[in-house]
């Protein structure tokens, strides 16, 4: 579950509102055990994920860095190379 959390900052193009709520909504899944909150935990799980894309965009835009930018379509197949060799058959 935890693993499609991936590093947000400092990447070309800069990160999304979408993939920062997307990255809190793994976050919530994975302390809260749910993939699916029930409808009676349901309004307070996407005040969690709200909260927490909140925090995450303010800590990314306060963040600085002198590293050049990462290009997410080299880090995208350097990921894909890693991959294939960890399950190569």
């Not at 590093?7 to 979408?18: C, H, I, R």
């Not at 919530?28 to 969690?48: D, Y």
């Not at 709200?50 to 990462?70: F, G, H, Q, V, Y």
């Amino acid at each position: 579950m935890c693993r499609n959390i991936k590093t947000l900052f400092n990447f070309d193009p800069p990160v999304t509102d979408e993939e920062i709520r997307d990255a809190a909504l793994q976050f919530v899944r994975k302390i809260s055990g749910f993939t699916k909150p029930s409808k009676a935990n349901e309004a307070i799980f996407q005040s969690a994920v709200n909260e927490i894309s909140l925090a995450s965009s303010r800590l990314l835009a306060s963040l600085e860095t002198n590293a050049a930018p990462k290009d997410r379509d080299e880090e995208a197949a350097k990921k894909k190379a890693r991959s294939a060799e960890r399950f190569a058959v």
